[in-house]
């Protein structure tokens, strides 16, 4: 585990860590859940999940939200924090290595919205993302985004979207759907049914 300082284009200072394996073929940027509803970088599902995508070969960029932990800045109301995801996906860059995206909940909300804002196609993972509620209530539609391959994690007991919301959506960009029988939003003791979805998709881009 590497820790590192990432700047945003606005000037916040962000706290990030890298986990690596020995010998990494892609690195991936993870981004957490909602930073006001007790998210962070280090939440259960994204320690474990990391663990497994590492165990895959990928080197995973973690990092705080705004206001969150060691990071500078406060909470941006869902804009700034895609300020956040640009940071992060351009200290990837810098590995040279094949990109990856991927986040849950907000974090994978916020991600897609970076994608659209960007016009960036990188490869997309996405757990759970809250679209068609009150913190997505506008997700990027497809003439917004880059053609990419995308695909989405949720449980059929998730408590915040149905499955029919994220295949509807799903069906509208292109994405793809991976429905986990009996798991809700969190996803407990399936978080490494979660890393390897994750793992088998992006893997097939790089």
Not at 14 to 37: I, T
Not at 126 to 135: K, L, R
Request: net charge negative; proline share 6%.
């Amino acid at each position: 585990m590497n820790r590192i300082e990432l700047g945003t284009a606005d000037g916040v200072r962000l706290e990030g860590r890298w986990d690596e394996p020995p010998e990494p073929h892609s690195a991936l940027v993870f981004c957490h859940p909602h930073p006001q509803h007790g998210g962070t970088m280090t939440s259960p599902l994204m320690h474990k999940v990391t663990k497994g995508l590492v165990g895959d070969g990928f080197s995973v960029l973690r990092f705080n939200f705004r206001g969150i932990g060691a990071s500078s800045g406060e909470w941006g109301g869902g804009e700034g924090e895609v300020n956040d995801v640009a940071a992060a996906m351009e200290q990837a860059a810098s590995r040279g290595f094949p990109l990856a995206l991927g986040g849950w909940s907000f974090g994978a909300a916020t991600a897609l919205r970076w994608q659209a804002r960007s016009g960036d196609s990188t490869p997309y993972a996405g757990i759970a993302p809250p679209v068609n509620t009150e913190y997505m209530r506008s997700p990027p539609r497809s003439p917004e985004l880059a053609e990419a391959r995308r695909l989405f994690i949720i449980g059929d007991r998730d408590q915040f979207i149905t499955v029919e919301d994220l295949e509807s959506y799903a069906l509208s960009i292109g994405a793809t759907v991976d429905v986990i029988k009996g798991s809700d939003h969190f996803f407990y003791f399936r978080e490494e049914r979660v890393a390897e979805l994750m793992a088998g998709f992006l893997r097939t881009t790089n």
